[in-house]
């Protein structure tokens, strides 16, 4: 039973409000809601509406009038975006669970305790896989006197996309036309969400509107539009009688306030508690007819309009946003204690003592005075307003929307901002996270940290010590989310997973005890950077010397490549398959490529005889499951209790997985007898035994143990008769090997002009990258090709198609220092404004190397000369970063001439004031 309760499911209900007497009448007495309730057999009801209109209300209105009797059992869960624990179905339905047998014990029967035991226990914070729930729940409808079971969800929307899906199609079976098992049984599922047509469609099966009947909280009708304005009317008046009770108002300035609150057409409940909210502060200090009509001629129209002058309000806009990224990043809501420390907390604090924390009463009141009521607190603990408060904060996709593309990075305003609104879309994710990071690492960094904790118990070190629950949970993850390449933090982050101190473990002990059992001996650096998705750390430890990519930890006998898989990181995944780069004199012997290093051991066993391959598929991360195939992880494994990677898919419902595993499947004993003939044949250049086991059916594009394909080794020594006859044959001209490297990749390194013509003859893709992202043509540029890259551009290749960092042909020509090949992009096409993942444009690099004539091409050609990078810096500064005085003037003189401007404004301290003295002493 308490493994069942994942959530304070009662708590989380009543954070929502009461309704008004004399509200949500109309939807009782809704024909369908009638239906519904009266209904002797299972059904469902979703009711929809739009941010607003009082689904939650409702919703808790319907728990507390549908009690539970002796013949109904109502059960609930409130989802919610701001807990990680409210956004989960799998949460949702223990919930349900922990309350029917609560309040059924007597459903608790041996068979379900049997059938409990079967399962494989959730561990700590964790839960039962959704089917195992729902076969539990069915199973408890069928026993005798189970009675009428009710199950109200709220805000179904909020629930994470994956999983509402699955609980959807649960749901849509058993409803459905052909499910039988809810004919015997009287099971009701009534569901709130926003009216999404992805929701309709997981939950209704087309032309099956009659499975889930819809009730729209807006109405489908005059009457019912009239009846919902009439209970509107009702919740104004009622929040009016409040104001007037604690301001003093006269009958007539309560008048004044009704006639124009109604006076607004399509008002939502939400609304009205902005606006009246706002009003109250407008009149608060200075009450009279006239300041209330002031207050009414400016009423916001809209709910945004409402947020954005409740925010105008504050007393500290900077602070005020610093303390709305906090709150809408953080993985759970931080208490008024957390996050008097989050806001007090900078770089050199090395104990709690420096921060000077105030007392919850004064927080509470700061929080109020910065936010007003943007910001609810119940329970000491911060959470928004709504979550239309979040989705006017922080824009949808914010890195993709060419809206609000363009962000000082300290400033507070957007270039160019369209709305009407300060504070609307103002919040860029990775930044919230960056701020978060900065936090819990500064956090971890304390001086009492440096140790290991004491022989205390764990839950006792936690609550002596502030925050470092939160930080020590938490802050890898937004570390990951917030783009952070500072060299600074970096270092903090190697001190922070260095095995060879004791701070180390004193946090990765908390985090690991959350999710965990027993804490694993022998710990790597490498483990733990990959467990977490560090990519920068991954990276810096696998180009170090002494460390073993392999090596295994002392509990379990798993490997980094293990850690990162399991958890889903790819880009980890990828480096540590790729295993380290050579530099020097290595890197001359395999100037080309890098196809002879020794990545991870993707067949690696742990102590259970399970690969990577088994963690991969059974958590569902399908492009791993790919790259670890590609890479040569076997199918055919078997664990110490006889699963394989393809069992655990199928039992764990990744079907996606199981059908790539199968199709990837090893191949029986005479093709693997085969494979390794033609990898013999191939090597020792036997054209006669190649064409005979390619006749007899070998795979022209096979592999040989470190994943390189026999094409691309054929390639890269020079074996043109072999690659001619493995592509007649049948070989993907396309097909890459371990590290992406295509046959066409390969032969632009090795700059082989007839070996290229003839793989683009036999259908090589010019465009396809490798897995770095880097294409024929980029690669071409990186060896300074030009005859090769002249071929490429009249082969098709795409001028304005860069490698996965963004660096596009002509920002990698520009580097290289190819007059001649930068004209010839800019001729055929090339963008000359296009950037790098960070925003950086071919003119920033153009001054960055001082090339003044490539500048001068490229304003001739159209180049913007104050576009910014991703901090809203132009070429401008990185021509005045440009370490020869002379070329520098040069450069600053011409950009000025090509329109620059010079009122910028930077994060580095006083940069605006240095870059005009600059110019000046430059002119």
């Not at 509107?209 to 304005?229: M, N, Q, T, Y």
């Not at 009688?241 to 007539?252: M, Q, W």
């Not at 919230?432 to 819990?440: D, E, N, P, V």
């Not at 071409?780 to 860069?802: P, Q, S």
Request: hydrophobic share 40%; charged share 25%.
């Amino acid at each position: 039973m308490q493994a069942l309760y994942t959530s304070p499911y009662l708590q989380r209900k009543n954070r929502n409000p009461d309704r008004v007497i004399g509200t949500c009448e109309w939807f009782m007495d809704h024909h369908d809601f009638h239906n519904w309730r009266n209904n002797t057999a299972s059904s469902m009801l979703w009711v929809s509406a739009n941010p607003g209109c009082g689904k939650s209300v409702l919703a808790k209105y319907l728990v507390d009038e549908l009690k539970s009797t002796e013949q109904r059992t109502t059960c609930y869960f409130f989802f919610k975006d701001d807990f990680e624990d409210q956004r989960s179905a799998k949460g949702a339905l223990s919930c349900i669970l922990h309350q029917l047998f609560f309040q059924r014990e007597r459903l608790f029967s041996a068979e379900i305790v049997k059938r409990f035991k079967s399962y494989k226990a959730p561990p700590a914070n964790s839960y039962y896989e959704l089917w195992e729930l729902w076969d539990i729940l069915t199973m408890a409808t069928q026993e005798k006197n189970a009675g009428e079971i009710i199950c109200i969800l709220d805000a179904f929307d909020e629930c994470v996309d994956q999983e509402r899906q699955d609980l959807a199609k649960v749901l849509r079976e058993f409803y459905g036309p052909n499910g039988d098992s809810k004919k015997s049984v009287n099971l009701k599922f009534l569901i709130t969400s926003r009216p999404y047509d992805t929701i309709r469609r997981n939950l209704i099966r087309p032309f099956d509107s009659r499975a889930c009947p819809i009730i729209h909280l807006k109405g489908d009708g005059d009457a019912e539009v009239e009846k919902i304005s009439g209970e509107i009317n009702l919740y104004i008046k009622d929040r009016v009688s409040l104001i007037r009770a604690d301001f003093g108002l006269t009958r007539k300035e309560e008048e004044i306030l009704l006639q124009g609150l109604g006076a607004i057409h399509n008002q939502t409940y939400l609304w009205v508690y902005l606006t009246l909210e706002w009003i109250e502060t407008e009149i608060s200090n200075k009450i009279s007819e006239a300041e209330i009509r002031n207050a009414i001629s400016t009423l916001p129209r809209t709910v945004d309009e409402a947020y954005d002058k409740i925010l105008a309000k504050s007393t500290d806009m900077k602070k005020t946003k610093t303390l709305l990224h906090i709150v809408v990043a953080a993985e759970r809501p931080l208490t008024l204690a957390e996050m008097d420390l989050a806001l007090a907390i900078r770089r050199r604090h090395k104990t709690y003592e420096e921060l000077a924390l105030r007392p919850s009463d004064r927080v509470r009141k700061y929080i109020r005075d910065l936010c007003g009521l943007f910001i609810s607190i119940t329970d000491d603990k911060i959470y928004l307003l709504h979550q239309t408060a979040k989705e006017f904060l922080v824009p949808k996709d914010s890195l993709d929307n060419p809206e609000y593309s363009l962000v000082r990075r300290e400033g507070f305003f957007r270039e160019d901002d369209r709305n009407d609104f300060t504070w609307k879309f103002s919040l860029i994710p990775y930044v919230s996270h960056r701020i978060l990071c900065k936090i819990c690492i500064w956090h971890l960094l304390f001086t009492k940290f440096e140790t290991r904790p004491s022989a205390d118990p764990l839950a006792d070190y936690l609550c002596d010590n502030l925050f470092l629950e939160y930080s020590a949970k938490n802050w890898a993850t937004h570390f990951r989310k917030s783009n952070i390449a500072e060299h600074a933090i970096l270092r903090k982050l190697q001190q922070l997973c260095s095995v060879t101190s004791d701070r180390c473990p004193a946090w990765f002990e908390m985090h690991w005890a959350d999710i965990h059992t027993d804490l694993p001996l022998h710990f790597t650096t490498l483990m733990i950077a990959s467990y977490f998705g560090l990519e920068m750390i991954v990276s810096l430890q696998i180009e170090s010397d002494n460390v073993e990519i392999d090596s295994v930890d002392g509990s379990y006998h798993r490997t980094a490549l293990s850690f990162a898989s399991e958890n889903g990181f790819d880009s980890v995944v990828r480096l540590l398959i790729k295993g380290p780069k050579f530099y020097g004199k290595k890197a001359l012997k395999k100037a080309v490529r890098l196809s002879y290093t020794k990545g991870a051991d993707v067949n690696a066993i742990d102590k259970y005889n399970r690969t990577a391959l088994f963690y991969a598929a059974w958590n569902g991360h399908v492009s791993i499951v790919k790259r670890l195939l590609k890479a040569g992880a076997r199918v055919d494994m078997m664990d110490t209790i006889g699963g394989t990677p393809i069992s655990y898919a199928l039992c764990y419902g990744q079907e996606d997985i199981a059908t790539e595993l199968m199709r990837g499947a090893q191949p029986d004993s005479v093709d693997e007898i085969r494979r390794k003939l033609l990898l013999s044949a191939v090597k020792h250049d036997h054209d006669p035994v190649i064409k005979r086991l390619l006749d007899s059916g070998a795979d022209p594009g096979a592999t040989d143990d470190e994943g390189v394909s026999l094409v691309v080794w054929a390639i890269n020594q020079g074996k043109t008769n072999i690659l001619k006859l493995l592509i007649e044959k049948g070989a993907d001209a396309n097909k890459g090997d371990f590290d992406g490297t295509t046959p066409l990749t390969s032969a632009v390194c090795h700059r082989l002009t007839n070996v290229i013509k003839f793989l683009i003859e036999k259908g090589a893709d010019v465009n396809k990258g490798d897995y770095d992202g880097k294409t024929a043509l980029v690669l071409a540029i990186i060896h300074r090709a030009t005859d090769v890259i002249k071929l490429l551009i009249k082969k098709g290749a795409d001028v304005n198609k860069g490698d996965y960092k963004g660096f596009t042909p002509l920002i990698l020509a520009i580097t290289q220092k190819l007059m001649n090949v930068i004209k010839i992009l800019i001729e055929k096409g090339a963008d000359v404004n296009k950037g790098n993942h960070k925003g950086d444009t071919p003119l920033m690099f153009a001054a960055g190397h001082g090339l003044t004539d490539v500048i001068e091409l490229l304003i001739e050609k159209g180049a913007d000369v104050n576009m910014g990078d991703r901090d809203g810096e132009p070429a401008l500064v990185s021509a005045m970063r440009y370490h020869d005085h002379a070329r520098r003037s040069d450069m600053v003189e011409m950009l000025l001439k090509g329109g620059s401007r010079v009122d910028y404004t930077f994060t580095v301290s006083n940069i605006h004031t240095y870059a005009l003295q600059l110019i000046v002493f430059d002119s």
